[in-house]
């Protein structure tokens, strides 16, 4: 998970349509009233955008490998009824991540309101495995209501993108090493530097990765030597330390 900014409520869900639309789902709580064709398709975007496109929990990129797009209620429509379309209270998710939260009423991370790097850390020993380090035990609480750490679905995606990351930071330390500097092993970082920001697939996991892994910190040492170490390449090492998970 990763701090996200809410934005702006789509100017189709007015005051107006809200009540409109809550009086509805009162009358009958089997509507998806936030479905309706009123506020639909705006909505949606406007959540998406919220959401660098990816579902605010395990952060996965909606629209893609058939991860739909739901509309998840932070507090759930069935103790917050009043809320069922109130901007503030809707989040893009992951058919697996809404399905798995359901009515959960403890309190958990809210990615628009909490930082969840304050919650949330990353296991040293496993570089895709999270853990609560929070006091009040919130933290653990989210990873448990939205299953954050299930192998499959969420773990194994985790590492493969990692993975193939690690790699291609192996190759371009290796080839510093015997190459010496080229501008092509530059660009090749900057890349991989993208693939961890908050507009990326599990940047949390990936961006608290690269920061800590050897041949990252080897590359890195090697531009500032040569006086290659850019803005562009400070700004994107800075919005990884945004989002970078504590390793514990």
Avoid at 119 to 133: C, P, Q, T, V
Avoid at 142 to 163: C, F, G, S, Y
Wanted: proline content about 5%.
């Amino acid at each position: 998970m990763i701090k996200l900014d809410r934005g702006e409520c789509p100017k189709e869900l007015t005051p107006e349509v809200c009540k409109e639309l809550t009086k509805l789902f009162s009358e009958n709580r089997d509507r998806d009233v936030w479905n309706s064709p009123k506020i639909k398709r705006p909505l949606k975007d406007a959540l998406l955008e919220m959401s660098h496109g990816k579902c605010v929990y395990c952060e996965c990129m909606l629209n893609e490998e058939a991860k739909d797009v739901t509309i998840d209620h932070f507090l759930p429509k069935s103790t917050a009824p009043d809320k069922v379309v109130e901007w503030e209270n809707l989040v893009p998710a992951c058919l697996r991540c809404n399905r798995e939260k359901r009515d959960y009423e403890g309190k958990i991370v809210n990615p628009c309101k909490d930082r969840p790097k304050d919650y949330i850390a990353l296991d040293s020993k496993n570089r895709y495995f999270l853990k609560g380090i929070d006091k009040t035990g919130i933290g653990e609480k989210t990873i448990r209501a939205v299953k954050l750490n299930d192998i499959l679905r969420v773990m194994v995606p985790r590492m493969r993108e990692w993975e193939e990351i690690h790699q291609r930071l192996a190759e371009i330390s290796q080839d510093l090493e015997e190459e010496g500097y080229r501008p092509k092993y530059k660009n090749r970082l900057e890349v991989l530097m993208g693939k961890c920001i908050p507009d990326c697939s599990y940047a949390a996991v990936k961006a608290s990765n690269m920061l800590d892994n050897d041949c990252y910190k080897h590359i890195k040492k090697y531009l500032m030597s040569e006086g290659k170490w850019t803005n562009k390449l400070k700004e994107l090492e800075e919005e990884m330390r945004r989002i970078a998970l504590q390793l514990v």
